[in-house]
């Protein structure tokens, strides 16, 4: 009961809409706060969507890069901007991950945000450094288990989700590694090729320019399916490091501050469902590894509901914590 009465909350958050005329909504340009830094997977995204729904709306997107701390810090800012529709947040699943993972918010995402509509969907990539000995699933489970405590894996911080798709893989397989974190994910990837630690996990997209260049090795990736991009490389849940389809990524959407007035909301959802249906912006998002997703308002929040019984297990089983 509890858990509807959150869902029912989340799905219907602007509801209680303060008394603004929306008639022309969007009158004006729409800020969309992205939740990390310029020129990474996310933000490419999220500038390919934010291009096409500035036509659909007839008003420009303008895409603001508001980094920092998992993605709370524009997370916060958005949550505390004017419920009027014209600054909305471009988040990922960490948003989720960071509901568990840290002990104080300044924000409540079922409380202050209001879900749009999510997005798109990418996989991330298990990969070796290329002088270790596995090339395949199988090698790479009974290599892990022949070394318990001797080899390490890096990610792009505690708690990231790059940390606990691994940690997910270790649990399943009965490996014993020692978890390397990093301030993000270039660096872990980095150190990866460089044979500092021997193995991680990043997304396809950002993964495989090196496994292209053979500076890495692709083990896994964790999609239910394999992934255009790398056709020859399994789905984790195929080769036994998860169990059978497993599928995990980095989701995102867009969120808009709670008491959003519901024309609006409903105005930018189906913006971007144009979008996501413009065979353009399918091509480019494929090239860029991720899966359009796309659904209404309410399919967001059963999504963010989900997925936080999700993460909060997992956050909690992996004994992350952030401050």
Known sequence: MIARRHLLALGAAGLAAPALAQGGF?????????AFPPGGPTDVVARILAERMGRDLGQTIVVENRGGANGNIAAEAVAKAEPD????????????????????????????????????????????????PPRTAREFIDWVKA??????????????????????????????????????????LTDTAAGNV??????????????????????????????PLL?????????????????????????????TPPAAIARLNAAVAAALADPEVRARLAAQGAKPTGGSPADYAATIQSEIGLWTKVVADSGATAE
């Not at 990610?155 to 798709?165: A, D, K, P, R």
Request: net charge positive; proline share 8%; aromatic share 6%.
């Open 147 to 188: 070394n318990p405590g001797k080899l390490s894996y890096s990610s792009g911080g505690v708690g990231n989700i790059s940390h606990l798709v691994t940690f997910l893989v270790m649990r399943h397989i009965g490996g014993d590694a020692v978890h390397v974190p990093y301030r993000g994910t270039a660096a872990a």
């Open 26 to 34: 969007p009158d004006r340009p729409v800020r969309l706060v992205v």
């Open 231 to 259: 056709p020859d490389v399994p789905a984790m849940g195929e080769v036994g490091l998860t169990p059978p389809g497993f599928d995990l990524g980095a989701w995102q959407g867009i969120l808009a501050p709670a008491r």
């Open 85 to 132: 529709g014209y600054t909305v947040l471009y988040n990922t699943s960490s948003i989720v991950i960071s509901r568990a993972l840290y002990k104080r918010l300044s924000y409540d995402l079922l409380r202050d945000l209001a879900p749009v509509s999510l997005t798109a969907a990418s996989p991330l990539a298990l990969v070796v450094n290329p002088a270790a």
């Open 198 to 227: 021997q193995f991680t996990a990043d997304t396809v997209v950002t993964a495989l320019p090196m496994i292209q260049e053979g500076r890495v090795r692709a083990i896994a990736v964790s999609s239910a399916e394999r992934t």
